[in-house]
């Protein structure tokens, strides 16, 4: 009996063995099949990114699938539409597998996929089994995920720079990356027209922008094509809006991430819609996981504090975190005690504005959406 377990135990052993070898190889025979192969990684902008050069290349005539990671993991299919792939699904570094394959059965041309790896293994299996980019964009190098990526630039760098390919075009404005390849190319020279930024319906950044046109004119895809493109893209969840809730404009930054970003959403909304003499409310969506925004956020807060600006803190640790801004920022802050709408409503007979940041996960991804649910409808909520 002990020898027929220890038998069967070898043959399922070597029966996962020679699955995996056949995955491995169809999975690369897979990625040979499809020519343009785009990676995008970095710490902030991935997503928007991934979604303007996915939006370009499909106005090219490029036959494109995309893949975004992070709150609102989806594959971006050749006509534009949106599937959600994750749902409940733990995040699995494995996913671009299945990914992949059916972009080949659907006879992609090219795949854009955002970097979800962290740890420095998995930044290296993605450029060196799962991906294999031919073209990688790096967006920026800032501290963030601190245990996993490095708790300084140099660090950072020098991780995201493991998903470099060693055949991989690297659209990269940081010459940093220049001591890992000599493939990098910047984006600082592309022009772009302010007027171009401002006729996007949600927030762009200039940044994002030079970076899909550089990646544009290396696939020879012409710039009137590729503005023409970008314009088509959807945003994240996390920059979709503003909204309006009765007399309150909502405007979103849970996906920023970062003060400068969330500045710039915010004065750009306060400057467009003329709300330089209306209350306004922060709501900071707090996670558990990434307590370190309290700090990072804190200038900003206590800049709206000096403006006037109260706070509402709604997420995980609720009461810790109102604690931390009351004391480092002098802003009036509280927990928020009722469903995020109820609250919305209840402000929402006086003009007023909400300027929504910390993080898109959870609460604030219910908010948007239940926004967008309500959009157009005679109940609250309109989208502006």
């Known amino acids: 009996m002990k020898n027929y377990t220890v038998t069967v135990i070898l043959i399922l052993c070597i029966l996962m063995l020679i699955a995996g070898v056949m995955e491995k190889w169809y999975h690369r025979r897979n990625l040979k099949g499809i020519p343009i192969r785009i990676m995008v990684n970095g710490t902030r902008g991935k997503t928007s990114v991934t979604r303007l050069i996915a939006a370009i290349l499909r106005e090219a005539g490029i036959r494109t699938w995309a893949k975004t990671t992070g709150t609102?993991?989806?594959w971006i299919l050749p006509d534009g539409s949106e599937q959600e792939y994750r749902k409940k699904r733990p995040v699995n570094i494995r996913e671009q597998i299945p990914f992949i394959k059916k972009?080949?059965?659907?006879?992609?041309?090219?795949i854009v996929v955002e970097c979800m790896a962290l740890h420095p293994e998995n930044q290296r299996m993605m450029a060196e089994e799962l991906v294999q980019p031919t073209i990688g964009v790096i967006t920026n190098v800032r501290v963030?995920?601190?245990?996993?990526i490095g708790a300084t630039e140099a660090q950072t760098v020098r991780t995201l720079a493991l998903s470099i390919g060693k055949d991989t075009a690297l659209v990269c404005d940081d010459a940093r990356f220049d001591a890992y390849t000599s493939e990098r190319v910047d984006a600082m020279d592309e022009p772009i027209d302010p007027a171009y930024i401002e006729s996007f319906e949600y927030p762009v950044y200039e940044d994002n922008i030079r970076l899909a046109l550089r990646v544009a004119r290396m696939l020879d895809i012409d710039r009137v094509t590729a503005l023409r493109g970008m314009k088509r893209a959807l945003p994240d969840i996390g920059m979709r809006g503003p909204f309006r809730v009765g007399k309150c404009l909502i405007i979103n930054a849970f996906a920023a991430?970062?003060?400068?970003?969330?500045r710039t959403v915010f004065r750009r909304n306060v400057e467009k819609y003329k709300l330089e003499q209306v209350p306004v409310y922060v709501l900071f969506n707090n996670r558990s996981d990434r307590e370190f925004r309290l700090q990072e956020f804190a200038p900003f807060v206590q800049e709206l504090a000096r403006e006037g600006a109260s706070m509402v803190v709604t997420g995980e640790n609720r009461n810790k975190a109102v604690r931390y801004f009351i004391r480092k920022t002098g802003i009036a802050?509280?927990?928020?005690?009722?469903?995020a709408m109820d609250w919305l409503d209840g402000i929402s007979k006086k003009e007023c504005a909400v300027l929504c940041i910390g993080n898109i996960a959870n609460d604030g991804k219910q908010i948007i959406e239940a926004l967008e649910a309500l959009g157009g409808s005679d109940l609250c909520c309109s989208r502006l």
């Open 72 to 74: 609102q993991a989806a």
């Open 103 to 110: 972009a080949k059965m659907d006879g992609a041309e090219a």
């Open 144 to 148: 963030d995920h601190v245990m996993e």
């Open 257 to 262: 991430n970062d003060i400068e970003s969330s």
């Open 333 to 339: 802050a509280e927990k928020l005690a009722v469903p």
